[in-house]
């Protein structure tokens, strides 16, 4: 096979992976991380719920960590439908100390600084207090 369509072919190929595998997470529900993964300064984890439904995700707090939360939303500026990440609330935690966080649709958490730990991911909603606004 000529060099050329080749590298075409796989280009497409790769970019189909990469969209499937994000709209999968986006329009079914799930997670780029599992409960028990360990977060670190400058690691994000991308969050989405079906529809309109929220989630919860716990973090404990394996150092003294900040967290910055992003909630995806409509570009103003776009004539097309396209979406941005928007910067919501940072929270902080102390080591040891865990707390649990509202999402939905489809969110992501980066840890700004220190580590934390993934505690629980629920997608049913409900009870988890908003603190990062990502909701």
């Known amino acids: 096979m000529n060099p050329i369509p080749r590298l075409f072919t ?4 790769l970019s189909l992976v990469t969209a499937t ?3 999968a997470i986006a329009s079914g529900g799930g997670s780029s991380a599992n ?3 360990v977060l ?3 690691d994000s984890v991308q969050l989405a719920t079906q529809s309109f439904a929220t989630g919860c995700i716990g973090f404990r707090g394996l150092a003294d960590s900040t967290l910055q939360g992003y909630a995806t939303v409509m570009d103003p500026d776009s004539h097309h439908e396209s979406l941005i990440l928007e910067a919501r609330d940072r929270e902080q935690w102390r080591e040891g100390e865990s707390k ?3 999402f939905s649709h489809r969110s992501e958490v980066h840890v700004i600084s220190g ?3 993934i505690t629980e991911i629920n997608y049913s909603g409900g009870g ?4 990062l606004g990502i909701r």
């Open 128 to 131: 988890c207090p908003n603190r």
């Open 21 to 23: 595998a994000s709209s």
């Open 40 to 42: 670190r300064s400058g």
């Open 10 to 13: 796989t280009s497409i190929l």
């Open 115 to 117: 580590q934390v730990e």
């Open 100 to 102: 649990r966080l509202d």
């Open 35 to 37: 409960e028990g993964d």
